[in-house]
């Protein structure tokens, strides 16, 4: 029997039972979809059954839950069974047909134009008919009863993926109090000192590091009292030394960005070992765009050979034919510190060259955030000191010492002014910190 209220018919459900008369059967196949009524019905009715109505509805469940979804079709037999059916026996006379049909109870009037006769038909109808039925249940306002049920289906679902339980809502956490400043307890000469090195671009942490060292270790063992010698000693000590130089022939190569001085340095280098020294000199110059003119200018007055050379291969050349005592300075193409192609193809010819000293030529005039974009940007090449050059033209000397701090480089060379004799200096730490402490 049809479970109350779960099928869309109002026509009785029956089940291998005849409804239209006793000859010819309607019969009411039941399942859990068409795929499982259309079998049964080709079986016991065969090929040519028709179908008469389909209807979808539920069945089972306990009060109202869990109700499962099945199909009902009612069909009759084909045409040529149905008419053997009714086909009157053979020894039948008239008189008992007439009487047979007045007794007999009238069959309830079928509608076939409605229901489909072929299979294909039938299930097309059958899909329509449930597209039609998902719609009207997703109807919004729908009964609370459909809802919690298929909540409550979907709780004891076996697929069903368990619901994580909520994330407890964070903690209130109160805002951290502003930092306070305490200035050091240091002596009004420390406290200047502090204000005046940050002023000529050095880093304040730094500064405070270099002042408090100064302040507690060196202060208490100074017997005349006086704290800027101690502050410039202690700047010094923070800068790492130079290397010693091996013995023999000496490649000295400066890089840098352009018009940061590399020329100058190259020629100021040579000039002055070719003036003072007894090693031979020889300039080299890769890929210059003047063809080596500006470095010729400068030096050929002393004698000094300056070679261009186009690749690494032609550099290496000109070195190996020099003495074995000689003093190589090498000038290198400029190159931006984000340039990283060239970078890169530069460094692989300064490899070739097996430089033994690689000074990064740093502008004395950059801001800090620029000076150490350029060091860090430029040690692939295998920087190993820092030539500061336009020191005479600015008085914060500062970012440059801080970067080389930063960088654990050395400084190797100062240079100053435009000329060509006496603008570059080996650099003492000791008078450059003194310098900047004042």
């Given at each position: 029997m049809r479970p109350?209220?779960?099928?869309?018919s109002?026509?009785?459900a029956?089940?291998?039972e005849?409804?239209?008369?006793a000859?010819?059967?309607?019969r009411?196949?039941?399942?859990?979809?068409?795929?499982?009524?259309?079998?049964?019905?080709?079986?016991?009715l065969g090929?040519?059954?028709?179908a008469?109505e389909v209807?979808?509805?539920?069945?089972?469940?306990?009060?109202?839950?869990?109700?499962q979804?099945?199909v009902e079709?009612?069909?009759?037999?084909?045409?040529?069974?149905?008419?053997?059916a009714l086909?009157?026996p053979?020894d039948?006379?008239?008189e008992s047909?007439l009487?047979?049909?007045?007794s007999a109870?009238?069959?309830?009037?079928v509608v076939s134009?409605?229901?489909p006769?072929?299979?294909d038909?039938?299930?097309?109808?059958?899909r329509?008919a449930?597209?039609?039925?998902?719609?009207?249940?997703?109807?919004?306002?729908?009964?609370r009863?459909?809802e919690?049920?298929?909540a409550l289906?979907?709780?004891?679902?076996p697929?069903?993926?368990?619901?994580?339980?909520?994330?407890?809502?964070?903690?209130?956490?109160?805002?951290?109090?502003?930092?306070?400043?305490v200035?050091?307890s240091?002596?009004d000469?420390a406290?200047?000192i502090q204000?005046?090195?940050s002023g000529k671009?050095?880093?304040?942490g730094?500064?405070?590091?270099?002042v408090?060292?100064?302040?507690?270790?060196?202060?208490?063992f100074?017997?005349?009292?006086a704290?800027?010698p101690?502050?410039?000693g202690?700047?010094a000590?923070?800068?790492?030394p130079?290397?010693?130089?091996?013995p023999?022939?000496?490649?000295?190569?400066?890089?840098?960005a352009g018009?940061a001085?590399?020329?100058?340095?190259?020629?100021r280098?040579?000039?002055a070992?070719?003036?003072?020294g007894d090693?031979?000199?020889?300039?080299?110059?890769?890929?210059p765009?003047?063809?080596g003119?500006?470095l010729?200018?400068d030096?050929?007055?002393?004698?000094?050979?300056v070679h261009a050379?186009?690749?690494?291969?032609g550099?290496?050349a000109?070195?190996e034919?020099?003495?074995?005592?000689?003093?190589v300075v090498?000038?290198t193409?400029g190159?931006?510190p984000?340039?990283?192609a060239?970078?890169?193809?530069?460094?692989?010819?300064?490899?070739?060259?097996?430089?033994?000293?690689?000074?990064?030529?740093?502008?004395?005039?950059l801001?800090p955030?620029a000076?150490g974009e350029?060091v860090?940007?430029t040690r692939?090449?295998?920087?190993?000191?820092?030539?500061?050059t336009?020191?005479?033209?600015?008085?914060?000397?500062g970012?440059a010492i801080g970067?080389?701090?930063?960088a654990?480089?050395?400084?190797s060379y100062?240079?100053?002014g435009?000329?060509?004799?006496?603008?570059?200096?080996?650099?003492?730490?000791e008078?450059?910190?003194?310098?900047?402490?004042?």
């Amino acid at each position: 029997m049809r479970p109350r209220g779960s099928l869309h018919s109002n026509e009785p459900a029956l089940r291998g039972e005849s409804s239209g008369g006793a000859a010819v059967q309607q019969r009411t196949f039941r399942g859990r979809s068409l795929a499982d009524v259309l079998p049964q019905i080709k079986e016991e009715l065969g090929e040519d059954a028709v179908a008469v109505e389909v209807r979808h509805g539920r069945s089972g469940g306990v009060g109202g839950f869990f109700a499962q979804k099945c199909v009902e079709v009612d069909a009759v037999p084909g045409v040529e069974e149905a008419a053997q059916a009714l086909a009157p026996p053979d020894d039948a006379d008239f008189e008992s047909l007439l009487a047979a049909a007045q007794s007999a109870p009238a069959a309830d009037p079928v509608v076939s134009a409605a229901v489909p006769g072929s299979w294909d038909q039938l299930i097309e109808h059958a899909r329509e008919a449930a597209d039609e039925r998902a719609a009207v249940s997703e109807v919004p306002g729908a009964p609370r009863a459909r809802e919690g049920a298929s909540a409550l289906a979907a709780l004891f679902a076996p697929d069903a993926a368990p619901v994580p339980p909520p994330s407890p809502a964070p903690a209130a956490v109160a805002a951290p109090a502003p930092m306070v400043e305490v200035a050091p307890s240091w002596p009004d000469a420390a406290l200047a000192i502090q204000r005046s090195l940050s002023g000529k671009g050095m880093d304040a942490g730094l500064v405070a590091e270099i002042v408090g060292e100064a302040v507690d270790h060196l202060l208490p063992f100074s017997s005349e009292g006086a704290l800027r010698p101690l502050v410039a000693g202690q700047l010094a000590r923070c800068l790492p030394p130079l290397p010693r130089r091996r013995p023999g022939r000496v490649v000295i190569g400066f890089v840098g960005a352009g018009g940061a001085g590399k020329t100058k340095c190259v020629s100021r280098l040579a000039l002055a070992y070719a003036r003072r020294g007894d090693r031979p000199v020889a300039c080299l110059t890769l890929r210059p765009k003047d063809h080596g003119a500006e470095l010729m200018a400068d030096v050929s007055e002393a004698g000094v050979a300056v070679h261009a050379a186009e690749d690494a291969a032609g550099a290496c050349a000109f070195v190996e034919r020099l003495d074995e005592r000689a003093v190589v300075v090498v000038d290198t193409p400029g190159v931006s510190p984000k340039a990283e192609a060239e970078l890169r193809a530069l460094a692989a010819e300064l490899r070739r060259l097996q430089l033994d000293e690689c000074h990064l030529t740093l502008p004395a005039t950059l801001s800090p955030w620029a000076a150490g974009e350029l060091v860090r940007g430029t040690r692939s090449l295998g920087v190993d000191a820092l030539a500061l050059t336009h020191v005479d033209e600015t008085e914060h000397l500062g970012a440059a010492i801080g970067a080389a701090i930063d960088a654990r480089l050395p400084i190797s060379y100062v240079g100053r002014g435009g000329g060509t004799r006496g603008g570059l200096r080996p650099a003492l730490v000791e008078a450059l910190a003194l310098e900047l402490v004042g």
